[in-house]
């Protein structure tokens, strides 16, 4: 498995922006699909964004789409969520996830079902 670390959460007002960062170590010079996946106060998690492992190919909730993009820097090991145009609604602990078991360059992989490895979660709260 993949071990991941969160950070870059935070209170920010509505219609601001946040930047999540996504620490991943594991098997060296491997990169591994990832995704962002996110739960409110009692709902189910849901995901966010996702990014095959060649960076070729992302994915988004319709919720967040035209607002949060997924990124990833090869060079640091780091995987991004930019979040613009935040809602109260957005509010939710956001976490990190690596698929470590397969070697799928150009899936992208949008169910929690499908990561192996997570983050210990970021809380974002957003106010009105």
């Known amino acids: 498995q993949a071990q991941l670390v969160e950070s870059g959460g935070g209170l920010v007002q509505a219609g601001g922006s946040m930047r999540l960062s996504c620490a991943v170590s594991g098997r060296s010079g491997r990169s591994y699909a990832m995704g962002w996946f996110r739960q409110a106060p009692g709902k189910e998690r849901e995901f966010v964004a996702a990014?095959?492992?060649?960076?070729?190919?992302?994915v988004y909730a319709d919720s967040v789409k035209g607002r949060f993009t997924i990124s990833r820097d090869s060079a640091k090991n780091t995987v991004y969520l930019q979040m613009n145009s935040l809602k109260p609604e957005d509010t939710a602990a956001y976490y990190c996830a690596a698929d470590s078991r397969t070697n799928s360059y150009y899936t992208v992989k949008t169910s929690a079902s499908e990561y192996d490895s997570w983050g210990q979660g970021t809380q974002v709260t957003v106010s009105s």
């Open positions: 990014l095959n492992s060649r960076d070729t190919g992302t």
